[in-house]
């Protein structure tokens, strides 16, 4: 093999997270390491840049299994180059702009629950038990501006 291999307590070192974080990651499949002679955990050095690419992605909100599955996608499952992250970094962006809107969307609606306490399911914009606005549509259709409750139906809870 003949590359250059760091111990768990090193790339923690490195990376600057817990070697207790290195090994929740492998357990789920984001990075991966060998085993010496002593079967002993070793990391490649493009583990830095692996757990880099991790690191970021959870400060943006992306979930630990759309970052593997992500990861997963890339060819020959190499470690993301500057170009990968550029692609990963503009998916992400615009997930997370959409899961801004969605929270803003929620916290401009979540005003009329202050004080209230219905949890009406005709007027609650917040309660929707069993999904019963499936019919409506796909995802949060209670949270479209167009099935927003007016003040008055609010008041009638
Ligand atoms: S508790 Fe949400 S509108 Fe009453």
């Known amino acids: 093999m003949g590359d250059i291999t760091f111990s768990v307590g090193q790339v923690a070192k490195r990376a600057g997270v817990k070697v207790s974080t290195l090994h929740f990651y492998e357990s789920k499949g984001l990075i991966h390491s060998l085993r010496n002679s002593g079967n002993q955990?070793?990391?490649?050095k493009d583990v830095m840049r692996q757990v880099s690419v991790i690191k970021a992605a959870q400060k943006m909100g992306?979930?630990?299994?759309?970052?593997r599955v992500a990861l997963d996608a890339l060819p020959g499952n190499r470690t993301p180059d500057a170009k990968d992250w550029a692609a990963l970094a503009e998916r992400w962006n615009a997930m997370l702009n959409q899961r801004i809107d969605y929270l803003t969307r929620l916290r401009d609606s979540i005003t009329s629950c202050i004080g209230c306490g219905c949890l009406s399911l005709e007027v609650c914009p917040i309660y929707n038990e069993d999904d019963h606005l499936a019919a409506c549509g796909d995802g949060p259709v209670i949270l479209d501006q167009?099935?927003?409750?007016?003040?008055?139906e609010s008041a009638q809870g």
């Open 41 to 44: 955990r070793r990391y490649r």
């Open 62 to 67: 992306v979930s630990l299994e759309e970052i």
């Open 146 to 152: 167009k099935h927003m409750p007016t003040e008055d």
